[in-house]
């Protein structure tokens, strides 16, 4: 049999959960729980240890908050995937996981196939926000249509220009990059950089043209 493909780990301080999503994600061919941690801090240990494609997560723990360790975590690994997973469904929650780096954004009440299709849009390295979450996130972040420096950033995007190369060409930090990208994401519902700027030139938002 071949060497699965996906590389979970699962963090919650439920061990119930813990084994509940480690049985559940094990069941699919290609996808394999290479770790799970209890708190914040055993995640960043098991990050580093065991190299995970995607990090299922929830935002309640011991120690540090969730959000905090998302920051921490794209901070030491940029490259990470991180999918929460959460009973928390207020918009404050919503918003803040995503801007801190999240790439996905589950209730627990999801089904198996749509938390399944999740990981693997994030293998991917796509996201995943489902409609409902995705409309709340647009209310929390106050209109749809994308600002000035928003259009600046996804123009910037679309030649190829990564996060922090954003940041030193507009001279803001890391961080206020990401979100900008972020922000542009959701207000066109892209999964992805790539989609983002597609739809982007498709409605004559921007030009990539010198």
């Known amino acids: 049999m071949h060497e699965k493909s996906i590389h979970v780990l699962i963090v919650d301080d439920h061990p119930v959960v813990r084994m509940g999503l480690k049985t559940m994600l094990e ?25 995970p494609t995607v990090v299922l997560m ?6 540090m908050a969730g959000t905090d360790a998302i920051v921490e975590m794209r901070r030491r690994w940029p490259g990470i995937r991180i999918l929460v997973l959460t009973n928390y469904q207020e918009d404050e929650y919503i918003s803040k996981a995503i801007q ?38 647009l209310n929390t972040l106050g209109r749809d249509k994308l600002s000035d420096r928003e259009l600046e950033v996804l123009a910037l995007v679309a030649r190829g220009f ?13 961080k206020t990059a990401r979100n900008h990208v972020t922000s542009c994401l959701i207000k066109l519902g892209a999964n992805d950089r790539t989609e983002a700027s597609t739809k982007a030139i498709t409605r004559g938002l921007i030009r990539i043209d010198d």
């Open 162 to 174: 990564s996060n922090k190369e954003i940041a030193l060409k507009l001279f803001i930090s890391d």
């Open 100 to 137: 801190s780096g999240a790439m996905g954004y589950l209730l627990k009440c999801t089904p198996q196939e749509e938390i399944v299709e999740a990981v693997r849009t994030l293998s991917r390295n796509g996201r995943y926000i489902p409609e409902e979450i995705s409309r709340r996130l």
């Open 58 to 63: 929830d935002l309640r723990m011991p120690g």
């Open 27 to 51: 069941s699919e061919d290609d996808i394999s729980v290479v770790a799970m941690a209890g708190s914040a801090a055993e995640a960043m240990q098991e990050v580093e240890r065991a190299d």
